[in-house]
């Protein structure tokens, strides 16, 4: 399994950016796919998910209602549009996959993207 993510850059608060995460290397209709970040000096932390196989996402609080996650299966590519970005959002963000949810849920996916640095200036 290999993911890749781009569109990381440096952005203004209250502007937007879009991350793209591409999958390949395998089947993905029963994994799920997920956002998760680590900004300096944190933690990584969960940001959404998503399941290939389609369902609404699910978000952190901090970011529902700003960030949008999807998926177009044609292009095997999850997506990620952030709104309304606060310098709190500055972090890398890592692409993951698994085929367990609880996986996800407990930050501990088998598969990891390389990351794509995002920064959100004040």
């Known amino acids: 399994v290999q993911l890749v993510e781009s569109g990381g850059g440096l952005v203004q608060a209250g502007g937007s950016l879009r991350l793209s995460c591409v999958a390949s290397?395998?089947?993905?209709?029963?994994?799920?796919l997920g956002w998760f970040r680590q900004a300096p000096g944190k933690e990584r932390e969960f940001v959404a998910r998503?399941?290939?196989?389609?369902?609404?996402?699910t978000y952190v609080n901090s970011v529902r209602g700003r960030f949008t996650c999807s998926r177009d299966n044609a292009k095997n590519t999850m997506y990620l549009q952030m709104n309304s970005l606060k310098p709190e959002d500055t972090a890398v963000y890592y692409c993951?996959?698994?085929?367990?949810?609880?996986?996800?849920?407990?930050?501990?996916?088998?598969?990891w993207g390389q990351g794509t640095e995002v920064t959100v200036s004040s």
């Open positions: 993951a996959a698994d085929l367990d949810a609880t996986a996800l849920i407990r930050g501990k996916p088998n598969y």
């Open positions: 290397g395998r089947t993905f209709s029963n994994y799920v």
């Open positions: 998503i399941r290939w196989s389609g369902g609404s996402a």
